[in-house]
């Protein structure tokens, strides 16, 4: 064996690893890192869409999930939205029920109920169109589950998109938490948005709060009072709390080009 050839293939290749380590550590914290950087507050935007009256109830809802052979379970929250032909359609998270469509884990139904409640408003076993995929990097727009309601729903807990399809940054924003957490129900938290693209919305909250299984929670305008996000991620800059939203006007695009509902059992990806 050629001792000298094996030592210097060893010496060239953690040389390589050294110096793509060193790359990694450079690129690493800015792919990784959730949302815009920390920047000056955008000023209030001119607004010509008309205003209208903030959600009078809960907006946002807990989601629940049933897996074959199994009971419900908190997964996360989302909330009831009117398509503008009419059609009342569930909406949720794809990261909350991310084993949707595999074979060894078979989810069965999806529920939601009022925040702080065991009581479901309403049960589903049929979606709305293929789902999307959870999110894996910055692009919050692929990230949802869209399901078909068969059943009366409170018009009271039904919200109506934004025809604008996102909101303007410096514009004051709502959270309709759908996870109460055990706080007596509704959590509502104000914030301003700060950037929006097609890949999503990013706000940055009044105050500092837990937003665990908030994921799926409406953003609602407080101009229009109209839905114009779904919260999807949650970061930090400094002691401010960053969360990011899929902009409601593509999941209205989205559920206006469904042409199957699948059953959520049989459906495989």
């Given at each position: 064996?050629?001792f000298?050839?094996?030592?210097?293939?060893?010496i060239?290749?953690?040389?390589?690893?050294?110096?793509a380590?060193?790359?990694?550590?450079?690129?690493?914290?800015?792919?990784?890192?959730?949302?815009?950087?920390?920047?000056?507050?955008?000023?209030?935007p001119?607004?010509?869409?008309?205003?209208?009256?903030?959600?009078?109830?809960?907006?946002?809802?807990?989601?629940?999930?049933?897996?074959?052979?199994?009971?419900?379970?908190?997964?996360g929250?989302?909330f009831f939205m009117?398509?503008?032909?009419?059609?009342?359609?569930?909406?949720?998270?794809?990261?909350?029920?991310?084993?949707?469509?595999t074979?060894?884990?078979?989810?069965?139904?999806?529920a939601?109920?009022?925040?702080?409640?065991?009581?479901?408003?309403?049960?589903?076993?049929?979606?709305?169109?293929?789902?999307?995929?959870?999110?894996?990097?910055?692009?919050?727009?692929i990230?949802?589950?869209?399901?078909?309601a068969?059943?009366t729903?409170?018009?009271?807990?039904?919200?109506t998109?934004?025809?604008r399809?996102?909101?303007q940054?410096?514009?004051?924003?709502?959270?309709?938490?759908?996870?109460?957490?055990?706080n007596?129900?509704?959590?509502?938290?104000?914030?301003?948005?700060?950037?929006?693209?097609?890949?999503?919305?990013?706000?940055?909250?009044?105050?500092?709060f837990?937003?665990?299984?908030?994921?799926?929670?409406?953003?609602v305008?407080?101009?229009?009072?109209?839905?114009?996000g779904?919260?999807?991620?949650?970061?930090?800059r400094?002691?401010?709390?960053?969360?990011?939203?899929?902009?409601?006007?593509?999941?209205?695009?989205?559920a206006?080009?469904?042409?199957?509902?699948?059953?959520?059992?049989?459906?495989r990806?």
């Amino acid at each position: 064996m050629n001792f000298k050839l094996v030592l210097r293939s060893v010496i060239i290749f953690l040389t390589l690893l050294a110096v793509a380590l060193a790359a990694l550590a450079l690129i690493l914290p800015r792919v990784l890192q959730i949302g815009p950087p920390l920047r000056r507050t955008p000023p209030p935007p001119m607004l010509n869409a008309p205003r209208g009256e903030m959600p009078a109830e809960t907006g946002g809802l807990t989601e629940w999930s049933q897996y074959a052979g199994g009971t419900y379970g908190v997964v996360g929250s989302g909330f009831f939205m009117q398509l503008p032909e009419g059609t009342l359609v569930g909406v949720t998270t794809s990261h909350s029920v991310w084993t949707l469509g595999t074979l060894n884990h078979t989810l069965e139904h999806i529920a939601f109920s009022l925040p702080d409640h065991t009581d479901f408003v309403a049960e589903f076993d049929t979606l709305y169109g293929r789902p999307g995929t959870p999110r894996l990097w910055a692009d919050l727009s692929i990230d949802y589950v869209l399901l078909q309601a068969n059943q009366t729903i409170d018009p009271a807990l039904t919200l109506t998109p934004d025809p604008r399809g996102a909101p303007q940054p410096g514009e004051r924003v709502t959270i309709y938490g759908g996870f109460g957490g055990g706080n007596g129900g509704r959590r509502i938290f104000e914030g301003t948005v700060q950037t929006v693209d097609a890949t999503g919305v990013w706000v940055f909250m009044d105050e500092n709060f837990e937003p665990g299984l908030m994921s799926g929670s409406p953003l609602v305008s407080q101009h229009t009072g109209q839905v114009v996000g779904m919260a999807i991620a949650a970061g930090r800059r400094g002691d401010r709390l960053l969360i990011g939203f899929h902009p409601i006007g593509h999941i209205v695009e989205m559920a206006e080009a469904v042409a199957e509902f699948p059953k959520i059992a049989g459906y495989r990806r």
